[in-house]
């Protein structure tokens, strides 16, 4: 079993920028590709970054150029950095992880998720 607590949530204004934090419990997480997600009032959950267990990264082109993703396997944490944030990048921001694929996109890929933390960007 694996638990995920993110953190580095909260309020900005449009064009600054925030790091997120997500840290795994268990023995698996050098073996495991890391994933962020964002679910808007409204909205459907989507991708925003991917990470390998190999650093391999992934991310749509809404966010590409502006968000980063890396890990440190020595303290079972990845990191989400968000820069030049826009207002329609508010969200609660999700960690997931999973053990079953190289650099999944799909919410259906990923096994164990955090609890989410809230991105607020004003204009």
């Known amino acids: 079993q694996v638990q995920l607590v993110e953190s580095g949530g909260g309020l900005v204004q449009a064009g600054g920028s925030l790091r997120l934090s997500c840290v795994a419990s268990?023995?698996?997480?050098?073996?495991?590709?890391m994933g962020w997600f964002r679910q808007a009032p409204g909205n459907e959950r989507e991708f925003v970054a991917g990470i390998s267990r190999t650093y391999g990264t992934n991310y749509p082109d809404s966010v590409k150029g502006r968000f980063a993703v890396s890990r440190d396997n020595a303290k079972n944490t990845v990191y989400l950095q968000m820069n030049s944030l826009k207002p329609e990048d508010t969200a609660v921001y999700y960690c997931?992880?999973?053990?079953?694929?190289?650099?999944?996109?799909?919410?259906?890929?990923?096994?164990?998720w955090g609890q989410g933390t809230q991105v607020t960007v004003s204009s």
């Open positions: 997931a992880a999973t053990d079953r694929y190289i650099l999944p996109v799909r919410i259906s890929q990923y096994y164990y």
């Open positions: 268990g023995r698996t997480f050098s073996s495991s590709a």
